[in-house]
């Protein structure tokens, strides 16, 4: 009889799995071994949803943060185009306004677009905007970012907006399906084609 013929092949031993600091991680990886996958890609994984689908940290980032990212290219690369010195963040809690001038009274909101330049971008809350049109006062000048990619910080270019007429912007209420802010009064930005813009960046 042929040698090993019958016989059981003993077991090839599985490799341990990859351990880490983060108890969580170690849970995740323990079961994507036990579901036949693989345990470890290189990269750290988190639980997403309501039935625990993974997807990679980093891949995906929230509008705030995308946004506040846009806010430090302006002050990192763009100059007040008025007076040509630097521009500031200003305060998170700051109404209306993202970005100053560290000399003049030149500030404007950040808006941060994935797409090309098109006619129509979202815009935030209404009500800040509101409160100033009551005044009296001018709309904000807008900062746009075309094909933004806060994940890699770049952008196809940037254009500022100096004169947004209050009939461009028109108010939108949320979805009631919406997760974080259902019925929510918001503002979108309709017709830019139509309104000056100064290139910032290209």
């Not at 599985?14 to 470890?40: F, H, M, Q, T, Y």
């Not at 993974?54 to 430090?72: C, F, H, M």
């Not at 209420?173 to 919406?178: A, R």
């Amino acid at each position: 009889m042929t040698a090993g013929v019958g016989k059981r092949q003993p077991k090839t031993p599985k490799a341990p799995l990859r351990r880490c600091s983060d108890p969580a991680e170690n849970a995740i990886v323990a079961r994507c071994a036990a579901a036949g996958r693989r345990a470890w890609s290189g990269q750290s994984m988190i639980a997403s949803g309501a039935m625990g689908r993974l997807k990679p940290i980093g891949r995906k980032i929230s509008n705030t943060v995308t946004g506040r990212r846009a806010e430090e290219f302006v002050v990192a690369h763009v100059h007040c185009p008025y007076c040509g010195r630097a521009l500031a963040s200003l305060p998170t809690a700051t109404p209306v306004y993202d970005v100053t001038c560290i000399r003049c009274e030149f500030r404007a909101q950040v808006k941060s677009v994935e797409t090309p330049p098109r006619s129509r971008i979202r815009g935030a809350s209404a009500r800040p905007l509101a409160g100033l049109r009551l005044a009296g006062k001018l709309s904000p000048p807008i900062i746009v970012f075309w094909g933004w990619n806060g994940i890699e910080r770049t952008a196809s270019s940037v254009s500022l907006f100096p004169l947004v007429p209050w009939a461009h912007i028109k108010e939108r209420v949320l979805s009631p399906k919406h997760k974080a802010e259902a019925g929510h009064l918001m503002v979108d930005y309709h017709n830019l084609a139509e309104l000056p813009r100064i290139s910032l960046h290209e």
